[in-house]
Nanobody
């Protein structure tokens, strides 16, 4: 059974920084790790993703401000999302996602709240 555990988040002023961390354990087949975010009444959106091969994808609204890094071990995989120059519109519940192949399966963390407010 794959477990996904997030840490980080909290309250920060506009222009500030936060770091989110995520660890996935229980599978040797995790090939992509990502962060999504969601606010009430809206669909969950991709923030950033990284593959085992190091390919990164960023959402348009965070490109240039957020950086994702990953460490894909054999049985445990981890990633860090460094968020700089945060804006009030970045306020959301952030979810870590780990995806394995054969068959394709997504695993989710419980979510961590990020609030950007003065």
């Amino acid at each position: 059974q794959v477990q996904v555990v997030e840490s980080g988040g909290g309250l920060v002023q506009p222009g500030g920084s936060l770091r989110l961390s995520c660890v996935a354990s229980g599978s040797t087949a995790i090939v992509i790790m990502a962060w999504y975010r969601q606010t009430p009444g809206k669909e969950r959106e991709l923030v950033a993703s990284i593959t085992r091969g190091g390919v990164r994808i960023y959402g348009d609204s965070v490109r240039g401000r957020f950086t994702i890094s990953g460490d894909f071990g054999t049985n445990t995989q981890a990633n860090t999302l460094q968020m700089n120059n945060l804006k009030p519109e970045d306020t959301a519940n952030y979810y870590c996602n780990a995806q394995k192949i054969a068959p394709t399966t997504n695993y989710w963390g419980q979510g961590t709240q990020v609030t950007v407010s003065s």
